[in-house]
Structures are given as C-alpha cells and as structure tokens.
C-alpha cells in the first residue's frame, strides 16, 4: 500500500511541474497572452484545493480503493483531454477538471497510508513528499525530452496518462483498507477544524508555500534576470534546489528513527534562513547556486514533518487533518508565487525573496509555539 500511495503522489506533483515548462509551446501553440496563461495555473490550484481536500475528507468516510481508482481513472481521462483540447476555453475547463478529480490521487493515498502505519508517519511522510520531488523534477526533463525530439507540448500529459492507468492496473490488484477509526469515536470536522493546534498547523502550512514554490517558482528568472546567467543554467537552478529538497526528506526517513521531530523541523527551518540571507547577499553567482542546493536541504523536512505532526492531533481521523492541510497547501499555491510575482515586478524578485527569509523566521516561532503547546499539554496533571 505505501507504494501506490508515493506513486501517487509522484504522478499528481509531476502534473503540476509539466505545465510551468509547457506553457510557452501553449503560448505559441494557441496564440494567448501570459496573463491567459498564469490563470492555467489559478485554475489549477484552485481545483486542488476542493479536490485534495474533499477527496482526502471522504476517505475517512467512504471505501478508500474505490475512491482512490475512481479518482485515478477521472485524472487519466482528464490528462487525455488534455492532449486533445482544441482551444484555449476547452484548455481552462480541462486543468480545472482534472484537476479536480485527479488532486485526490494524493490526499486520499496520503490519509490512507497514515491510517495503517501511524508509528511511522514522519519517516512514511518524508518518503511520500521525497516521491513528489522526484516527480517535479522529472517533469521538465519529459517536456524538454518530447520538445527535443519534435513532439508538441501535449505528448508529456498524454505520457503521464499512461502512467496513471498503469498505476490504476496495480492499484485494482491491492487491497487498501478502509478507516480503522470506530464512526462512533470520530470527531466532527468541526471540531478538528477549532482545534487550536490545527489551526496553528493549517496556518503554517499556508506559509510554506511562500518558502517553497514561492521561492522555486521566480528561482529561474532571477538567475536569468538579475544575474544574467544564460536561460540553460537558470533552468538548472531550479534543479539545484530540488536535488536538495531530494536528498534532505530521503535523510530526514532515516533521521527520524534517531533524532526528535522538533529538533529536524528546527534545524532545518534555521539552516534554510541562514542559507536564504547568504544567498541574498553573496554576489558570486556559483555560490548563490551551491547556497540553491543548501536552502533546498534546509527547506525539504519542513512540510512533510509538519503533516506528520499533525495527524498525531487525531490519528484515526487521517483523512480529515491530510484534507484540511492540504486545502491549505492549495491555498497557498493560489496566493504566494503570485504575490511574490508583484513584489518581484515592483521591486526585483531578489528583494521580493525578503519577503520569504521573514515568513522563514514567522514558520520558525510558529512551530515553537505550536510544539510546546502539545508538549504542555501531554504533560501530566498534579493532582
């Protein structure tokens, strides 16, 4: 089961990468402006949102395997469409379809596998977002790889189609086990969503983006831009920094079984600081690349440990903390890369990057604040 849940993954977070890298055939292809464009990526976080979220709700409530292969089946018939879409309005209804229906592949393989091993959230939790950096940086080699050979920009999603109902085919062939939760026992959404302690996660979580996909997304131009470097080595950035993210969750699997959670989330949140300011104000450009790769180390044990975290709050309820997190990630997608595009058009993406080192620092107190809340309260009582 761990494996369709990380295939999952791997194939929903590879979607998204392919879009940033098509969007200039799609420019050319259908004849639309940039503006048109960025509001593919709206639509795709948007559809994310009410997707990875209902989706991962329904499975602490409905039967996960049917769920899961219903969901992977409407996400491989909308990334066919999407090879297929004569126009650019057909093009907007189709991300916002597959979207959708495709988002839940993730949340629903995450809720489930956080239901069956919950002695082993954060090493299963480092994994799963370790497949989901894989994805993203395979994705714009597949579109540089089918642009090469002569193919248009619709072959990667037809490509990933494939492999979604390849992982359909096996996914009918496991068992997948429904919540273990008693219903009786539950906790209402409600109640999870008042909870001071997800508030505090769900709120974090909304400010990794900026840290995250606000830093990788405007990470290309600014080496391009403000450095300029050539568009080969600006890519390459890009690549940089996940290969750091990579390698960090991959480390942070097995550090987990030795060292404390807070202490990870701490020291990672610290080297991914002092990392950003050096970056800010080296002026080598091989250093800013090396410090790339550091900060991506740095910022890579954050969100998977944090979810981890969470779920301890209800551990039978899975599917409604990995619902609501994930809402949140989403959320976050919509607001940050584009706030952090203002800042960056008003006052250079470097200064704009400040924005990210101060919300570094905010996520820092938070999860302070955040842990030792739990600690006090887990604390026993005099009576």
């Known amino acids: 089961m761990p494996h369709i849940s990380f295939a999952s993954n791997l194939l929903w977070v590879m979607v998204i990468g392919l879009l940033g890298p098509s969007v200039p ?76 229906f495709g988002s839940p592949i993730g949340s629903i393989g995450q809720s489930a596998m956080l239901d069956m091993y919950p002695q082993q959230r954060s090493r299963f939790m480092s994994i799963q977002t370790l497949f989901g950096s894989i994805g993203n940086f395979i994705a714009p080699l597949l579109v540089s790889i089918n642009i090469t050979i002569g193919l248009a920009w619709r072959w990667p999603f037809l490509e990933t189609a494939a492999l979604v109902l390849l992982m359909l085919s096996v996914l009918l062939l496991v068992k997948i086990p429904n919540s273990s939760s008693d219903r009786s026992s539950r906790a209402p959404l409600k109640a999870i969503i008042r909870n001071p302690n997800m508030v505090i996660a769900a709120v ?35 690549s940089v920094f996940l290969v750091g ?11 987990v079984k030795r060292i404390a959670t807070k202490d990870i989330l701490v020291s990672g949140l610290l080297l991914a600081a002092g990392s950003l300011l050096a970056f800010l104000l080296v002026p080598s450009v091989g250093m800013k690349l090396v410090l790339t790769c550091v900060y991506g180390v740095g910022i890579g044990p954050i969100f998977p440990l944090m979810v981890s975290k969470a779920a301890e709050e209800y551990p039978q309820q899975s599917g409604a903390v990995t619902g609501l997190l994930f809402g949140c990630l989403s959320l976050g997608g919509m607001v940050f890369p584009f706030l952090l595009g203002i800042l960056a058009s008003t006052f250079g993406i470097e200064r704009s990057y400040f924005l990210s080192l101060s919300i570094l620092v905010f996520i820092l107190g938070g999860i302070l604040i955040w842990i030792r809340r739990r600690e006090v309260r887990m604390q026993p009582t005099e009576e």
């Open 245 to 255: 993210v990579m390698s960090s969750r991959l480390a942070t699997s097995l550090l």
């Open 25 to 100: 055939a799609i420019v050319r292809d259908l004849g639309i402006s940039y503006a048109q464009a960025g509001f593919l990526f709206t639509l795709l976080s948007l559809g994310s949102l009410f997707g990875s979220s209902l989706g991962a709700i329904a499975s602490d409530h409905m039967n996960r395997k049917r769920l899961l292969a219903a969901s992977s089946g409407l996400f491989a018939l909308g990334l066919i469409a999407m090879g297929f879409s004569p126009g650019y309005i057909a093009l907007c209804i189709t991300v916002f379809i597959f979207s959708l």
């Open 204 to 238: 974090l979580v909304f400010f990794y983006v900026a840290v995250d996909l606000g830093f990788s997304y405007w990470l290309a131009e600014y080496f391009s831009t403000d450095l300029g470097v050539s568009m080969r080595l600006s890519s390459a950035a890009v």
